[in-house]
């Protein structure tokens, strides 16, 4: 069955250089939300989309930006990057936005800044 | 806010010993409740789900009840593998209503099964 995909897998970047990352859910989930995982600490939601429109935030910051695109897919744009946004970035879909359904996740993306 | 509270870890068997790793969430709202694991190097999987109260999730030998009276939901294993050596979150949605499927995730315990 067809999973979550996100690039790239791994990135390094400069301090305040700018990094953008994909996620590509699963055919027909009309939902994506962004999970950040700093090392050795649980995910910690950002932002979600339902239907192309945001529908939650968490503690996604400023220089962070994010968008769903007509066929779903979403980019997760992050500037002025700092040293403590290492951390592995999750992309996870749904099928609807509901607190009932489940969330498939992408393998995620490795982001080191340097 | 919501919030999620799992065992102090990390937690060491031996193969085919009884696993329990127990979770309390915060009471506010109908939320729905999960397992994801998340093994080494690799994404998190969900390992399995309740959405109403009394509802009994399981997979792969792997059971959780959810448990409105006393907020819980522990994870029970009868016989653990070294296959199953991984991270395991316990995790909440939103409450429910209108509210978007935000995941709340606990902190995470570290399994580790030995030979």
């Known amino acids: 069955a067809a999973g979550v995909i996100q690039s790239p897998r791994h990135l390094i970047k400069e301090k305040r250089e700018t990094a953008t990352l994909k996620c590509y859910p699963i055919?027909?989930?009309?939902?994506v939300y962004w999970y950040q995982q700093g090392p050795g600490q649980d995910p910690q939601f950002l932002i979600s989309?339902?239907?192309?429109?945001?529908?939650d935030k968490g503690s996604i910051p400023d220089r962070f930006s994010a968008q769903q695109f007509s066929d779903y897919h979403s980019e997760l744009n992050m500037s002025s990057l700092e040293l403590g946004d290492s951390a592995l970035y999750f992309c996870?879909?749904?099928?609807?936005?509901?607190?009932?359904?489940?969330?498939?996740f992408g393998p995620g993306t490795r982001l080191l800044v340097l | 806010g919501d919030s999620v509270t799992q065992m102090e870890g990390p937690v060491t068997l031996s193969e085919e010993a009884f696993l329990t790793i127990n979770c309390t969430y915060t009471?506010?709202?109908?939320?729905?409740l999960f397992w994801y694991v998340q093994y080494p190097g690799e994404g998190l999987q969900l390992l399995l789900k309740?959405?109403?109260?009394?509802d009994k999730g399981s997979n792969k030998g792997f059971e959780a009840t959810y448990r409105k009276e006393t907020t819980s939901f522990h994870l029970e294993k009868g016989s653990v593998q070294v296959s199953d050596s991984a991270v395991y979150f316990c995790?909440?949605?939103?409450?429910?209503?209108?509210?978007?499927?935000?995941?709340?995730f606990g902190q995470g315990t570290i399994l580790t099964v030995h030979p």
């Open positions: 989309f339902y239907e192309k429109m945001q529908s």
């Open positions: 996870a879909s749904s099928l609807g936005g509901g607190v009932q359904e489940t969330q498939y």
């Open positions: 309740a959405t109403k109260a009394d």
């Open positions: 009471a506010t709202g109908y939320p729905s």
């Open positions: 995790t909440r949605s939103n409450a429910g209503g209108t509210s978007y499927g935000k995941l709340t």
């Open positions: 055919p027909r989930h009309d939902t």
